[in-house]
């Protein structure tokens, strides 16, 4: 079982619309959640990060934690064709020995 | 402020050579990671150094190898190389260690052919 999992898509959501971004983690000591946004050919940028269960909410992006169910999510308000990326969730997890897990990532395409 | 810088961009090299990579964090981080990312893998956790010691260390075979100076700069070396070591190899600094609030360089693209 891979430790952070992504759906990897092509996930296809019209402008305007609200693109959802869905990530599972196996570890149920991860203490702190990260979603990074990685344009074709360039590097991961980090967009979001939230450590307690609930909503975070930063502009059109919203990261909401469910740590019963270990569930993260990334909600993109307003979708434009510039949110158009590949969205990477990332985990803490190994509570004492912490480690950055990725998962392999959700490309998503919005359609103008 | 200077963002985090790899060098070289990109490199080609033939099986059973060595390689070396470098990573300028920005000014004033003191962690380095470094992270290999190919199109069925996704982005592995290679090692993470903080203060010039190498404090975690991913899955990866003994020819991967780091180190970190006194300036924070990191170098990681690949030896005999294979042709699965084709990649993508990101640098990412931090101001803290054991976060994953990491600014990412540009990265290194190696192929070994």
């Known amino acids: 079982q891979k430790e952070v999992e992504q759906n990897s898509g092509p996930l296809s959501v019209p402008e305007g619309a609200i693109a959802s971004l869905n990530c599972t983690y196996s570890?149920?000591?991860?203490?702190?959640f990260f979603w990074y946004r990685q344009y074709s050919g360039k590097s991961p940028e980090l967009i979001m990060f939230?450590?307690?269960?609930g909503d975070k909410e930063d502009g059109r992006f919203t990261a909401q934690l469910n740590k019963a169910s270990q569930y993260v999510s990334l909600l993109i308000r307003d979708s434009q064709p510039s949110d158009s990326a590949t969205y990477l969730c990332a985990v803490n997890s190994n509570f004492g020995n912490e480690k950055l897990t990725f998962g392999t990532g959700t490309r998503l395409t919005i359609i103008p | 402020k200077a963002g985090v810088t790899q060098t070289p961009r990109y490199l080609i090299k033939t099986r059973g050579q060595q390689v070396t990579l470098s990573c300028s964090p920005i000014?004033?981080?003191?962690?380095v990671s470094w992270y290999q990312q190919t199109p069925g893998q996704g982005l592995q956790f290679l090692f993470e150094y903080f203060s010039e010691t190498q404090r975690n260390k991913g899955n990866f075979p003994g020819r991967f190898s780091g180190r970190q100076f006194s300036n924070s700069r990191s170098e990681m070396n690949v030896s005999t190389l294979e042709l699965g070591d084709s990649a993508l190899y990101l640098c990412?600094?931090?101001?803290?260690?054991?976060?994953?609030?990491?600014?990412f360089g540009e990265g290194s693209r190696l192929t070994v052919l």
């Open positions: 570890d149920r000591g991860s203490q702190s």
């Open positions: 000014s004033g981080h003191r962690s």
């Open positions: 939230i450590y307690s269960n």
């Open positions: 990412a600094s931090s101001f803290l260690r054991d976060t994953g609030e990491l600014f």
